[in-house]
């Protein structure tokens, strides 16, 4: 192997939430009142502290700046150009924007000042990764209007490192934006954008910073002339700032665009070589004459430790070849990656040996220069040897069972008995239910006493037997409150489950768990996904107990509640050494075996939640074909062995539905339910245009903000929905499920709830 003497370790962002969530939990202090705002950026100001050491130990040479957030990093951006939406900064609209302005935005409601609706949150591109859409409106002005990452930069600076600010890339801004007012083009604001971001950059420049990090994973979409040419107008305009800017791009392929990309006046560029390892050669055979090429060569997006020994193979001649001009980094920001594996000591240690965390990640960093550069043969054979070792270890006995059962399937496992039309006939006699049916989403608040017996029961404080007792006395609880709020299909609460995936991969065969794995979905709000590491099965019954229970306690309908096949994938660090799609299968045999269960024990409406179903989507649309159909495949395996009588249900979050449509109908659900109530009802458009053909429920309470909407606002939400449904189609119901939320907000909320639908339906009947 070639060796090289010089190769910078770079790094394109790390979490923000810290190894024990220690910003999560001073959010939510300062929500309700317990810490000051600035006991709150203090936790902010410490975290940052412990991080960048940890990197600048790993030999991260310029440290990522910008990358912390109080909520979220687009939003963050939003505030610092000043476009936040006139609704949350009142009537002053004052030139600066403060933290409290941002929560207004982010969450309805901050310690301090008005409430107002709160803005749109959706998926960031393919991830699992929620960020505040930007409202931009047609005369939108920009300037500097908020100064954290100018004072983060200084606060680096302080503690003797080389700060290297990172901020999403204009062209990207403007694209994750939605025009408001009316609709207009939203690239003519660019020319007006782009002279707030020479701004930033002039600041950072009297700074002394050398380098910036604008990131513009847009690239990896397939762009239209007009955004292609924003792209090249913008680094143009940027290229006389006194900065050096790196352009990165992640989560897929960019070689789509490498005339454009290498034609662009940067001094850097980075590739994401996890998703496109092809692209490498792309952009080699182009780089430009002391252009540096950033190698996102560590996957940011799972937890499995990296095989150094084959990337080093791979980067060898490249690295010699472009003489000192190579950085190495992740694939994109550590965002998605949990903190640090150290604080797992729980862990079974076969499987801790095959993971790396974020903090793990930059040390494979390291390594793997090591490997690159080391005089010393014997040293580097060591890491070799020891990545052929784990290689060997992970590849985990298959589970022929599983394996043939999959082989067996045939094209009528994947359909139901009925059409919808007919099904939808039996259904109706056989529930009886009203005209825009209510029902919620699944879960109810996990309170603190529900958490705190969780935990005691984990920790053996407590017999099983008892943790059990309490969970049903919160379950009839929780039956009766929707009995007596008068909704019509009701839920268990899901008192018992930690995590919608997590419960489940606790049930099934070839998933593991970590204690402190948790990564940031938006806000304060973390999860911690499940490790499949083998085959997946289901050895017993996972949910059937605690649906009969509830169902016991009432004539009204009880649904079933699942997480679907797709979901659980997508919010699990998966394996690598089979196709996601073989996963999906083997989860979806594993939940079609709780289906029918449910059934056989009497529960007839079942609930089956795809949230992550888009999120799955390649961001080249070429290559949607065959991941969608795929993923229908796996719901409809899952839902699919059910007489026509059992109403099947799934539930999806933030998502734009009108690329999608054609394939959720194929799906094939008898009720969908959507998250609606912050767009007002604007997602909707992809159902009215489409006809889609079975029941819906647009979400009309935004469950993510503390407000309580009104009987009147509701009215209005459910109206629009009308407008674009037939009202025999429409379901009622919140955007999503009310875990998060307090007894004291969910019940006022419900309670408007079904009064307006009552309303409507006196109306409309």
């Known amino acids: 192997m070639q060796t090289l003497q010089e190769i910078t370790i770079a790094n394109l962002g790390f979490p923000r939430i810290g190894r024990q969530r220690e910003l999560k939990f001073a959010q939510e202090k300062y929500w309700r009142g317990e810490i000051t705002q600035v006991e709150l950026t203090q936790v902010g100001k410490e975290l940052r502290a412990s991080h960048w050491k940890w990197q600048a130990d790993a030999g991260v040479a310029l440290l990522p700046v910008g990358d912390f957030a109080y909520y979220d990093q687009v939003l963050t951006l939003s505030a610092t150009l000043n476009a936040i939406p006139k609704r949350h900064r009142g009537e002053e609209l004052a030139e600066k924007v403060d933290l409290d302005t941002l929560f207004r935005v982010a969450r309805g409601r901050a310690p301090t000042g008005i409430d107002a609706p709160a803005a749109e949150m959706t998926k960031y591109f393919n991830t699992n990764y929620h960020y505040i859409v930007p409202e931009l409106e047609e005369d939108q002005h920009f300037s500097i209007a908020f100064d954290q990452i100018f004072d983060e930069v200084s606060e680096a600076q302080a503690l003797g490192y080389q700060a290297k600010p990172v901020l999403l890339g204009p062209v990207s801004y403007l694209y994750l934006a939605k025009a408001v007012g009316h609709d207009f083009n939203k690239l003519t604001l660019l020319p007006q954008l782009l002279k707030a971001y020479e701004d930033i950059l002039g600041r950072f420049t009297a700074q002394g910073v050398e380098w910036v990090q604008l990131d513009e994973p847009v690239l990896a979409l397939e762009l239209d002339s007009e955004w292609q040419g924003a792209i090249a107008s913008a680094y143009v305009a940027l290229q006389h700032a006194r900065v050096k800017i790196l352009l990165a791009s992640y989560y897929g392929t960019i070689a789509h665009h490498q005339p454009l990309v290498s034609a662009l006046p940067v001094a850097g560029l980075h590739l994401d070589l996890v998703t496109a390892p092809e692209q490498l050669a792309v952009f080699v055979a182009h780089l430009q004459a002391d252009q540096i090429l950033s190698l996102g060569v560590i996957n940011g997006r799972n937890v499995w430790a990296a095989d150094i020994d084959s990337i080093a193979l791979r980067l060898a001649s490249v690295a010699n070849d472009l003489k000192g001009r190579v950085w190495i980094a992740p694939s994109c920001s550590l965002l998605h990656s949990p903190v640090d594996l150290e604080v797992e000591t729980e862990l079974d240690a076969s499987l801790k040996s095959q993971l790396a965390f974020a903090k793990q990640k930059l040390s494979e960093l390291s390594l793997l220069k090591q490997v690159l550069t080391a005089p010393d043969k014997a040293e580097s054979q060591a890491i070799i040897d020891k990545c052929v070792a784990r290689r060997n270890a992970r590849a985990a006995a298959a589970d022929k069972r599983v394996y043939d059962r999959v082989a067996a399937l045939r094209g009528d496992d994947y359909e139901r008995d009925t059409v919808f039309a007919g099904r939808q006939t039996l259904q109706q006699q056989k529930y009886q239910l009203p005209l825009l049916p209510t029902t919620s989403i699944g879960s109810f608040p996990q309170t603190p006493a529900?958490?705190?017996?969780?935990?005691?029961?984990?920790?053996?404080?407590?017999?099983?037997?008892?943790?059990?007792?309490?969970?049903?006395?919160?379950?009839?609880?929780?039956?009766?409150?929707?009995?007596?709020?008068?909704?019509?299909?009701?839920?268990?609460?899901?008192?018992?489950?930690?995590?919608?995936?997590?419960?489940?991969?606790?049930?099934?065969q070839g998933f593991g768990f970590t204690k402190f794995g948790w990564v940031q979905s938006y806000g304060s709000r973390c999860v911690k996904p499940p490790l499949i590491y083998g085959d997946v099965s289901r050895p017993k019954p996972m949910t059937v107990d605690w649906a009969e229970y509830a169902q016991s306690l009432?004539?009204?309908?009880?649904?079933?509640?699942l997480t679907g096949p797709v979901t659980i994938l997508h919010w699990s660090f998966a394996r690598e050494d089979i196709s996601r799609e073989q996963i999906a299968t083997q989860i979806g045999l594993a939940i079609r075996d709780e289906v029918i269960d449910l059934q056989n024990a009497g529960i007839g409406i079942i609930q089956i939640d795809e949230p992550a179903f888009r999120e799955g989507l390649p961001l080249?649309?070429?290559?949607?074909?065959?991941?969608?159909?795929?993923?229908?495949?796996?719901?409809k395996l899952s839902s699919a062995g059910v007489t026509d009588e059992t109403q099947i249900h799934t539930h999806m979050c933030y998502s734009e539905f009108n690329e999608t449509i054609k394939a959720i109908a194929a799906m094939d659900a008898d009720v969908i339910t959507i998250e609606t109530s912050r767009s007002r009802m604007e997602l909707l458009t992809a159902f009215e245009d489409f006809e889609y053909p079975n029941e819906i429920g647009p979400g009309v309470y935004d469950i993510h903000s503390p407000n309580t909407p009104t009987v009147d606002e509701m009215v209005a939400l459910i109206e629009k929905a009308a407008h674009k449904i037939p009202i025999r189609q429409l379901w009622v119901n919140p955007d999503c499920g009310l875990k998060t939320r307090t007894w004291d907000e969910v019940e006022p909320a419900l309670k408007n709830l079904v009064q307006a639908t009552k309303e409507l339906r006196r109306r409309l009947g």
């Open 450 to 508: 529900i958490r705190g017996l969780r935990s005691r029961w984990r920790k053996g404080e407590i017999t099983e037997a008892f943790y059990h007792d309490q969970l049903r006395q919160v379950t009839k609880d929780t039956v009766e409150r929707q009995v007596k709020l008068g909704i019509d299909v009701l839920v268990h609460g899901e008192a018992e489950r930690n995590d919608m995936v997590e419960y489940f991969g606790e049930q099934l």
């Open 554 to 561: 009432t004539e009204k309908p009880v649904k079933g509640m």
């Open 620 to 635: 080249k649309r070429s290559d949607w074909d065959t991941y969608l159909q795929w993923a229908v495949d796996a719901f």
